[in-house]
């Protein structure tokens, strides 16, 4: 996860460097940010390492190039330090996916309920759940909820991807899903399979329900880079973002990475820039901040996910 400095640094580079010692910060980034940021990054991971990650480093500035529930989960689990989102308008759309009236509906209507919602969730909307999950602990979690009901918020491809490995529950959906990944056709993945038959594919489980059941193994950012890393073929078939190729290229650099045609990409993502995270790091812009009414539950519902997952 840890990246070793490139040979070739410019001089914004130079001045990131320099305004991060001054700051006592530490910048971390998405394997979906643009190639320029995940090259000067301290860290790179996915959704789970990230927000775990932050609760561990010495450093008093965060700086989060990824999307704003990035930052506010970082801020959540250290409210005492300052964390910077380099692009402030970096949002994921399908954060905002559910609104209140159907979580109270829902626990007014169904017993034994948990609400469990995916990271990819706003403060507030965490902060109406009683537990988070990531694309790659969410099955464990929801496996190991005292609860026989789950109302899954808001994305209703992982969801169903939860459903499927645990029948003993059962799981409400939501009506919510990543727009990048729902756009992946199952058409596409049918013609890179045509092109390259031996090739295994690998898919994030925010895909859909069809492209899913075309794929040999689902799996977070991180464990779609891991299965890549550890399997023998030359030719894999990757649905996800294109970002991720930036972190397969450097750990596989003789294996070929296929895409769907259309080329997935997510344009929240894309806005991070030197620029930002220089902006960011003289004070300019970027300080995340969560509304106090919501801060606590958050919290409460992140802390839950990290407990789960450590045991
Ligand atoms: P992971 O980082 O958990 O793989 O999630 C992907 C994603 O969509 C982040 O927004
Ligand atoms: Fe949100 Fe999808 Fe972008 Fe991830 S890839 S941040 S889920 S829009």
């Known amino acids: 996860m840890s990246h070793m400095p490139s040979t070739e640094v410019s001089g914004l580079e130079r001045e990131i460097v320099r305004l991060k010692r001054g700051r006592d910060a530490v910048i971390l980034a998405h394997y979906y940010a643009p190639p320029a940021i995940q090259r000067i990054a301290d860290h790179v991971g996915d959704s789970f390492a990230l927000a775990k990650l932050a609760t561990t480093l010495p450093q008093q ?6 999307v704003r ?4 989960s970082a801020k959540l689990l250290n409210p005492a330090k300052t964390v910077l989102l380099p692009a402030p308008a970096a949002d994921c759309p399908m954060a905002h996916m559910v ?3 159907t979580i109270e509906r829902m626990r007014a209507e169904v017993d034994d309920l948990a609400v469990v919602c995916y990271v990819n969730s706003t403060a507030e909307i965490k902060s109406w759940s009683d537990v988070c999950v990531t694309s790659s602990n969410a099955v464990a979690i929801c496996r190991a909820l005292p609860q026989s009901n789950i109302l899954f918020i808001p994305d209703a491809n992982l969801g169903r991807f939860i459903a499927e490995q645990l029948p003993e529950k059962h799981v409400y959906l939501n009506r919510g899903c990543c727009p990048r ?6 058409d596409e993945v049918r013609a890179l399979k045509a092109l390259y038959p031996n090739a295994p594919v690998l898919a994030h489980p925010e895909c859909t329900e069809a492209v899913l059941a075309e794929a040999d193994f689902a799996g977070s950012t991180k464990e779609i ?5 550890a399997n023998d073929a030359e030719d894999l078939i990757i649905l996800t973002v294109v970002g ?5 290229e450097a750990r596989c650099p003789h294996k070929h990475f296929h895409f769907p045609a259309t080329t997935p990409r997510c344009p929240d993502m894309e806005l991070m820039t030197l620029e930002g995270v220089a902006a960011a790091l003289r004070g300019e812009l970027g300080e995340v901040t969560v509304d106090e009414t919501h801060a606590e539950q958050a919290k409460a519902t992140l802390d839950a996910m990290l407990s789960y997952a450590g045991r």
């Open 244 to 248: 991720v190729a930036y972190e397969l």
């Open 181 to 186: 990944h729902q756009a992946i056709s199952v």
């Open 99 to 101: 609104d209140r009236a």
């Open 225 to 229: 880079i891991e299965y890549a890393a």
């Open 69 to 72: 529930f990035m930052g506010e």
């Open 61 to 66: 500035t965060i700086v989060m190039c990824g």
